[in-house]
């Protein structure tokens, strides 16, 4: 009981003495934000005009030439590369004229491989590591005679320009490795003989195909002529190209029975077809004792693969876009 009374009075006595120094040491008020004092600035030599005051970023805003952004008010790439801040136009000018003489015949105009073989440098691990030119510079001074690039002796500003245009490429590149936004129109590639294109086709095409039958209007269906290029070209398996054709099958089973329909899949087990009420049937394929003939419209565009020509792929084009 007084060991009880005792240990009462004890906490009693902490809770007092914890409220008493609460009471005592009350937290002091944290002094007010202090606002640092605006500096103006420099005042102006007489009879100068004074510089224009510099505009404060924005957070969230859209950021100009600089670190993280593009240059042309653009929200920053995704990539490294595509974040670093432009060289001065003048030297991108002054480097995109030492990369035509010096660097296009094997790079490419665009930095993607040109007529020589040389690599793609839009992907290359090199320059995507390079910040100023330290990794870019000695390549194009010592050359990599291994691989068949000769040393390039330019002055050292030269060499600083081309690294600035190789990374501007990069810069303004659609992703990492893409090819740089170009206001170009695309290429035409209705470049053949539309009358010598007639001529093959009803050489070739005609026992399958009419231009007034399953061909009437096909350049108004496939407008885009790379398009209509790579569906007649494929037989109508590529992409923006109308339905593809019908593949049947005939399966004779050992009893002699046969089944014809449209053939959807067939392994060394099993031959689906799609009958013409719409149902599947699945056949069991017992050996050698189970025939299976398929009726490929597909098999001619396949054989034609390994004889044509570029030159009557481009002819054959240029007469199909005139088919309205």
């Known amino acids: 009981m007084h060991i009880r009374h005792g240990l009462l009075a004890a906490t009693f006595a902490g809770l007092t003495i914890a409220v ?26 007489p009879g100068q005009t004074p510089p224009p005051e510099s505009p404060q970023p ?86 990599r005679p291994e691989r068949g690039m000769p040393p390039f002796p330019l002055p ?18 659609r ?5 740089p936004e170009s206001g ?5 590639i209705v470049v053949g003989d539309a009358t010598a294109g007639q001529a093959y086709f009803a050489a070739k095409c005609s026992t399958c195909h009419s231009v007034t039958g399953d061909l009437q209007g096909i350049a108004t269906k496939i407008a885009d002529p790379k398009m209509l290029q790579n569906a007649w070209v494929s037989g109508g398996l590529a992409a923006g190209a109308p339905a593809g054709p019908v593949i049947a099958a005939t399966v004779t089973q050992p009893s002699g029975e046969k089944v014809q329909g449209r053939l959807l899949r067939y ?17 069991r394929r017992d050996g050698d004792r189970t025939k299976l003939e398929i009726q490929n419209p597909l098999d001619a565009h396949q ?7 570029d030159k009557d792929m481009r002819n054959v084009t240029a007469y199909l876009v005139t088919l309205k």
């Open 175 to 179: 992703g990492q490795g893409a090819p």
């Open 184 to 188: 170009a129109p695309p290429p035409n």
């Open 303 to 309: 054989a034609l693969l390994s004889a044509l020509t």
């Open 58 to 143: 924005q957070p969230g805003g859209t950021q100009g030439p600089g670190r993280g952004g593009r240059g042309r008010g653009q929200l920053p790439g995704v990539f490294p590369a595509m974040q670093r801040p432009l060289a001065d136009p003048a030297v991108l000018e002054r480097g995109k004229s030492m990369y035509s003489v010096n660097c296009t015949p094997c790079h490419g105009a665009d930095a993607r491989g040109g007529q020589l073989n040389g690599p793609n440098l839009l992907r290359s691990q090199l320059v995507l590591a390079d910040n100023d030119g330290e990794l870019i510079g000695p390549v194009i001074q010592s050359g």
């Open 267 to 283: 392994d060394d087990f099993v031959v689906t077809l799609l009958m013409e009420d719409g149902s599947l049937r699945s056949i």
């Open 156 to 173: 050292a500003e030269d060499i600083k320009a081309i690294a600035e245009f190789i990374h501007s490429l990069t810069g303004a590149s």
């Open 20 to 45: 008493a120094n609460g009471a005592v040491q009350q937290p002091r008020p944290a002094p007010p934000a202090q606002t640092p004092p605006t500096q103006a600035p420099p005042a102006a030599p």
